[in-house]
């Protein structure tokens, strides 16, 4: 994981009283991606360091279906974010749908 993540993680999961959060991916980001560099929510990436955020309600990804998420984070979802609601705007192979309702 790269120190500049790292760093996003960890000042993330220091909102504890986060609600909601909403990941945008702008043309700069895009152009940043060829080069390797762009906010990955996952578990590989670090998003364990936001176990913190407790009463997370909806994630959002936008633009919808550039993002993508596995099986094994959403489970995390649901473990660690007790409250969450709504995670909508990613693809998943898995579950071939792009909105998961958790409650």
């Not at 909806?58 to 709504?86: C, D, I, M, N």
């Amino acid at each position: 994981m790269s120190g500049l993540l790292h760093n996003a993680y960890l000042q993330l999961g220091g909102l504890r009283q986060l609600q909601h959060l909403t990941l945008v991916r702008s043309e700069m980001s895009r152009q940043r991606e060829r080069g390797g560099g762009y906010f990955e929510l996952s578990l590989r990436a670090g998003l364990d360091k936001m176990a913190a955020c407790k009463r997370m309600v909806t994630v959002r990804f936008e633009p919808v279906g550039l993002y993508s998420l596995q099986k094994e984070e959403l489970k995390w979802f649901a473990k660690h974010w007790p409250v969450l609601e709504t995670v909508c705007g990613y693809h998943c192979d898995e579950l071939g749908r792009d909105m998961f309702r958790f409650r």
